[in-house]
């Protein structure tokens, strides 16, 4: 008869916490790189300017007649497509 191994991981200790886990697992300096804060510096995490802040943003009554360019400048191709 045959004899088969097989390795099992053993699961985290619940005691420990999960620092102390990814610490164990990855070492010191993966593991501060998974439990830091992410770091947002894009300006895209910032709400979109508005006319009052200086921005090119339409006024909520106003609204784009069809086939006119929009502020972004999107070409009239991708317009059509809708």
């Known amino acids: 008869m045959p004899c088969t191994e097989y390795k099992v991981d053993s699961r985290p200790s619940p005691r420990k916490s999960d620092s102390q886990i990814l610490n164990d697992l990855f070492g010191t300096q993966i ?15 910032e709400d979109p300017p508005t006319a009052s802040r200086g921005g090119r ?5 106003v609204e784009l007649a069809h086939g006119e360019v929009p502020p972004r400048g999107f070409p009239r191709f991708f317009l059509e497509l809708r």
């Not at 943003?57 to 009554?61: M, N």
């Open 57 to 61: 943003g339409l006024s909520k009554g």
């Open 31 to 45: 593991s501060s790189l998974l439990l830091a804060q992410p770091e947002v510096n894009e300006g895209s995490a």
